[in-house]
């Protein structure tokens, strides 16, 4: 990465997409890739592209493109996802369940190590060979784990305490399902995840194609 550069978040939210378009290549047994040729596979301008990564160092040859093997373990290195993170899910309801499953069958690097509820119908359960625990340990379990990552899958009333025994605990970093913006330190990293406005924004979408659609069978 160049030295001092400040990276925009949507750089950053680009990235994701970029490694997962590599891994299809890869698959293919592509070995290398252009960025105009990149740029028609993902949907993205060639030049965007080329400024994007340019912003971590220079990946690609002219007249060459980029090698998709070491692009892709270039991108993984920055994301850090070349490490292994412990996580903790808080809410053991239908949507921590759901993302307990996807973590364990996905397995790149996230690992879920405990699951706590306030429920006690909930509190011994098993979610793929992990017992659901009584939050009244977490903060214990949290220092006791060297856990990273807190994900918060309760209510929106309880979500800022949860991260605040989460943020003394010593996490690092916050992936937040509770349709509120939390307030926590500086140094602790947060990615809302807010499924309503994902929701909210798709119907924009969708109506502004239908209304261009409208438009031009008027023409």
């Known amino acids: 990465m160049k030295k001092d550069a400040k990276i925009s978040?949507?750089?950053?939210k680009r990235l994701p997409r970029y490694r997962r378009y590599l891994k299809?290549?890869?698959k293919k047994g592509v070995d290398k890739i252009s960025s105009n040729e990149f740029?028609?596979?993902i949907g993205y301008t060639a030049s965007q592209i080329r400024q994007d990564l340019n912003n971590f160092?220079?990946?690609g040859q002219q007249g060459y493109g980029y090698n998709v093997e070491g692009l892709y373990n270039e991108i993984s290195a920055i994301l850090g996802l070349d490490k292994e993170y412990k996580m903790v899910i808080v809410g053991a309801g239908n949507l921590g369940q759901a993302i307990a499953n996807h973590t364990y069958y996905y397995k790149a690097g996230f690992v879920v190590c405990g699951i706590f509820d306030i429920n006690p119908?909930?509190?011994g359960l098993?979610?793929?060979?992990?017992?659901v625990m009584d939050?009244?340990?977490i903060v214990d379990y949290v220092e006791q784990n060297q856990i990273d990552i807190g994900i918060i899958c309760t209510t929106k009333d309880s979500a800022q305490e949860v991260a605040d025994k989460l943020c003394f605990a010593g996490v690092r970093g916050l992936w937040n399902?509770?349709?509120i913006d939390l307030e926590v330190p500086e140094y602790i990293a947060v990615e809302n995840v807010h499924l309503s406005d994902s929701l909210h924004s798709l119907a924009y979408h969708m109506n502004r194609n239908y209304e261009e659609k409208e438009k031009a069978a008027q023409k």
């Open 39 to 41: 740029s028609s596979l």
């Open 9 to 12: 978040n949507a750089v950053i």
């Open 135 to 137: 939050y009244e340990t």
């Open 24 to 26: 299809e290549l890869q």
């Open 126 to 131: 098993k979610i793929n060979d992990i017992e």
């Open 177 to 179: 399902f509770a349709p």
């Open 57 to 59: 160092g220079g990946f």
């Open 121 to 123: 119908r909930l509190i």
